[in-house]
């Protein structure tokens, strides 16, 4: 069987994968938000944390809640960081240094997971288990909150109110994310992934030189990475090293991870709004999108000109044997359309063309389908920006879903879609034209150039992969790209939750005859045109000067 006839039913198993569980997950993610009844161990939590799970929050006290919880896990886990020598299974490890800790704290809590570490040489298990593992579960549950807000946001009526956020929270974790996490990490375990808290054991090698093979909680660790969109990973070689991915069919499994809740929550929302047609319209952008995407990564790879490419059947460059080509580059798509950031390859070593696949994916705005509840949120702004078009042409107020489309919810709208690419382009400016930001890059020129393009990409957008030839352990990357992450992550957080407010307190206006159809094939072409321009029209002449220059020398 050729390697292109692999990967077409490699991904074609996971698109019908994806179509079987897309109802069934989305209608139980419905009930899990809109129930009233709430479970003993959640009773528990919230006389803990002294949270009143009955009463409904405005918008401002619902993003003043997820930032505080976001607030104390960066604290918490700074501090986890810093004193990890005097903490149990610390497998002898030094604390944590300052820039780092503050670095890797801040990725975590953003769901970016940005590693500027090798973990298996720097975090003890503790440090892996209490800190980072559980900034993977709550991190992804405060972005599946804040989507589920902005859709209460179009279906209520004259109210400021968007529910509980401590409540969407801690449903989201024990409900949703801790069940399918579980069997997950049973099916990685038998399929080889290591779980233990061994400390590691000491081989030697065939060359006669000893080596320390860390083992520790890592399967565990590995499906809440990937089903949280989340991506840092145990060991320094990521999703590549044989603990966390051993085999072909684990490989898919972590892909199908990564994607299942982001496409299934367009369910979710279907059913909220009572309308499962609008689901499969967003549903369908977002299929649209990522087919498009994995499709021109695979070719990219595939049947990249050169001679050695060529005499080898691909790029082989930087790709995990056991996987191959096609569903490498699979995983690379998947990865950067979300914001999961994980990797079974090296980014760095991709064509120009495969690794500006890559990064224009994340330039997106991580909307197909995006990361678990950012993605949802992403696309539905998409979407009023489309709708806010489409009425300015035909000279009409615009509606989406019953709610009118006015100046104050485009400015937020717009305001979203401008946070990212600001950080991404004068992130990238300040650093080439400062010697420690030029200190970092591997690689002079046009690939240096897209080294730190792709890194203040990945971190504005919150998805932690990297070009990796790029050196980031430095105070001033830790630094710069720690703000980049924490502001990617929480100011268009507040301008959703600030839109839905705006939304929620308005009534309901009738569809009339100029009332643009948003279930329909067309508004699906639309919004994918209007997501593929915004970022053509953005980043088109950074794109040019990296990886675009690169490939056509």
Known sequence: MSTTVAGILFIGSLIIALAVVYRPLGDYMHRVYS????????????????????????????????????????????????????????????????????????????????QSYSGESTMGHLVQMAGLAVQNFVSAAVGMAVAIALVRGFVRRRTDRLGNFWADLVRGSLRILLPIAFVGALLLVAGGAVQNLSDGHEITTVTGTGQTITGGPVASQEVIKELGTNGGGFYNANSAHPFENPAVWTNWLEIFLILVIPFALCRTFGRMVGQNRQGYAVAGVMATIAIASVALTNAFQLMHHGTVPVAAGASMEGVETRFGVANSATFAAATTLTSTGAVDSFHDSYTSLGGMMTMANMMLGEVAPGGVGSGLYGMLVLAIITVFVAGLMVGRTPEYLGKKIGSREIKFAAMYFLVTPILVLVGTGVSMATDDGRAGPLNGGAHGLSEVLYAFTSASNNNGSAFAGITVNTVYYDTALGLCMALGRFVPMILVLALAGSLARQGHTPASEGTLPTHRPQFVGMVTGVTVILVALTFLPALALGPLAEGLH
């Open 35 to 114: 129930g009233g009844k709430h479970s003993r161990a959640e009773r528990v939590i919230y006389r803990l944390i002294g949270a009143d799970p009955g009463t409904e929050q405005s918008w401002g006290t619902y993003a003043r809640s997820a930032l505080a919880f976001s607030v104390a896990g960066i604290l918490f886990l700074y501090a986890l960081q810093r004193l990890q020598d005097h903490l149990l299974l610390s497998l002898g490890f030094a604390p944590v240094k300052p820039d780092q800790a503050w670095n890797t704290a801040v990725s975590f809590v953003t769901n970016t997971n940005w």
